[in-house]
Nanobody, 120 residues
């Protein structure tokens, strides 16, 4: 059973930082690229960062490039998102995502998300 569990969200002031984690299980973590998305009220879900299976090719949305850093620890089946210089536009629920193949076939998997609120 594939599981993705995000943590690390919270309330932070503008200019602050947070580090999100996504612990995974149930699939061969090191074989797949991983993604962080965010979903704000009344806005489309947005992919903010991606990382290749070996961690060598991170990608970022223009809105977060230079402020966010994605990384992964394949030994711990965990992906991270370090967020710096946060602003109110970063307020959203942040979700971890993978498209993985299991004995049931290939499909998208999502965590439940962790809420990030940037406010003074």
């Amino acid at each position: 059973q594939v599981q993705l569990v995000e943590s690390g969200g919270g309330l932070v002031q503008p200019g602050g930082s947070l580090r999100l984690s996504c612990e995974t299980s149930g699939f061969s973590f090191g074989s797949y690229a991983m993604y962080w998305y965010r979903q704000a009220p009344k806005k489309a879900r947005e992919m903010v960062a991606s990382i290749s299976r070996d961690g060598g090719r991170p990608g970022y949305a223009d809105s977060v490039r230079g402020r966010f850093l994605i990384s992964r620890d394949n030994a711990k089946s965990t992906v991270f998102l370090e967020m710096n210089n946060l602003n109110e536009d970063d307020t959203a629920r942040y979700l971890c995502n993978v498209f993985a193949f299991t004995s049931s076939g290939g499909q998208d998997y999502w965590g439940q998300g962790t809420q990030v609120t940037v406010s003074s």
